[in-house]
């Protein structure tokens, strides 16, 4: 299927099919892609993925509070092993909203085909 606003899709083969859903921020760095497995071994999956970005100049106006924030961060990442980030994804539009559903509906279908 062809979708008209900020969905398309990626692919699809005998095991999955894959979606790219844009995110109505505006940004390019929010795009998902989501994936519906079926595997008669494994059974089914859905899988969202996207980047996660991360700037510490981005808080911040003041260029020191900026540096400091990034080395606290990254001394962070040396003795604790990891740093928490979250991320939004965001439909504002009825259309976007439609097509993301139909994307749904579509794996969804796929997934039962493949019983």
């Not at 099919?17 to 089914?44: L, P, Q, R, W």
């Not at 994804?89 to 994307?103: M, T």
Request: contains cysteine; charged residues 25%; hydrophobic residues 35%.
């Amino acid at each position: 299927m062809k979708f008209p606003l900020k969905v398309c899709s990626l692919g699809k083969d005998e095991n999955n099919i894959s979606y790219a859903v844009h995110c109505d921020c505006g940004s390019t760095d929010h795009t998902c892609t989501m994936c519906f497995e079926a595997n008669k071994d494994f059974g089914y999956s859905i899988q969202f993925y996207y980047d996660l970005c991360y700037s510490g100049a981005f808080y911040d106006s003041n260029k020191l509070m900026a540096l400091w924030r990034r080395i606290k961060d990254a001394l962070r990442l040396i003795f604790i092993g990891y740093v928490e980030l979250q991320g939004d994804f965001v439909i504002c539009q009825p259309e976007h909203f439609d097509n993301f559903l139909e994307a749904l509906k579509e794996g969804k279908q796929f997934m039962e085909k493949s019983e």
